[in-house]
């Protein structure tokens, strides 16, 4: 068995514990999908540690670190960083969507989660550079002539279905549009 192949097959393993067993017969773009709802729902946990900390959602310096560091791991695994960037600036400005739309309404009197906040530094961000490194992964192994919009319509009703606004999910699912598109 090859390194490639037993890497996709850890990849659909960590995907069907993550994500549930409605993974098994996925496409890249149905795990990739899967990963950016998982991604999104973590950015809840990091907007209520914010919100409990009294933080501000945008934090433009670590995310240029985040991006930088992607960029780095990219180039390792013969992603270009123009590549990189086209997944992640996508998913960073959808996770400040979410932050904001959930703080914005905490603040307004919405209901308050009631469990503990998470540590953002020891326990949340950790999970999120995973989820990162295996978006970054997955991504590197689809050919960028296969994101042609087609399946962008499917990521959005995903992120819709899992409790995303239209606006989340409009921004989430750019990776799959045509690079060429601009959407």
């Given at each position: 068995?090859?390194?490639?192949?037993?890497?996709?097959?850890?990849?659909?393993l960590l995907l069907l514990l993550c994500l549930g067993?409605?993974?098994v017969a996925s496409t890249p773009c149905d795990d990739l999908a899967g990963?950016?709802?998982?991604?999104?729902?973590?950015?809840?946990?990091?907007?209520w540690s914010k919100f409990c900390q009294g933080k501000k959602v945008a934090d433009p310096a670590r995310?240029?670190?985040?991006?930088?560091?992607?960029?780095?791991?990219?180039a390792v695994l013969g992603v270009a960083p123009e590549r990189v960037s086209a997944l992640f600036l996508p998913e960073i400005v959808a996770s400040r969507q979410v932050q904001e739309?959930?703080?914005?309404?905490?603040?307004m009197g919405l209901p308050r989660p009631s469990v503990e906040a998470g540590d953002l530094v020891a326990e949340i961000r950790p999970r999120l550079d995973a989820v990162n490194l295996t978006l970054l992964r997955l991504w590197s192994e689809?050919?960028?002539?296969?994101?042609?919009?087609?399946?962008?319509?499917?990521a959005e009703r995903r992120i819709l279905a899992a409790g995303f606004s239209r606006d989340v999910a409009k921004v989430?699912?750019?990776p799959f549009a045509s690079p060429s598109s601009g959407n």
């Amino acid at each position: 068995m090859s390194c490639s192949c037993l890497r996709s097959g850890l990849f659909r393993l960590l995907l069907l514990l993550c994500l549930g067993a409605n993974l098994v017969a996925s496409t890249p773009c149905d795990d990739l999908a899967g990963l950016i709802v998982l991604r999104l729902q973590i950015s809840r946990e990091v907007a209520w540690s914010k919100f409990c900390q009294g933080k501000k959602v945008a934090d433009p310096a670590r995310e240029a670190v985040m991006l930088t560091t992607l960029k780095q791991k990219g180039a390792v695994l013969g992603v270009a960083p123009e590549r990189v960037s086209a997944l992640f600036l996508p998913e960073i400005v959808a996770s400040r969507q979410v932050q904001e739309e959930l703080v914005s309404g905490w603040r307004m009197g919405l209901p308050r989660p009631s469990v503990e906040a998470g540590d953002l530094v020891a326990e949340i961000r950790p999970r999120l550079d995973a989820v990162n490194l295996t978006l970054l992964r997955l991504w590197s192994e689809i050919p960028s002539s296969s994101l042609d919009g087609s399946y962008r319509e499917e990521a959005e009703r995903r992120i819709l279905a899992a409790g995303f606004s239209r606006d989340v999910a409009k921004v989430a699912s750019r990776p799959f549009a045509s690079p060429s598109s601009g959407n």
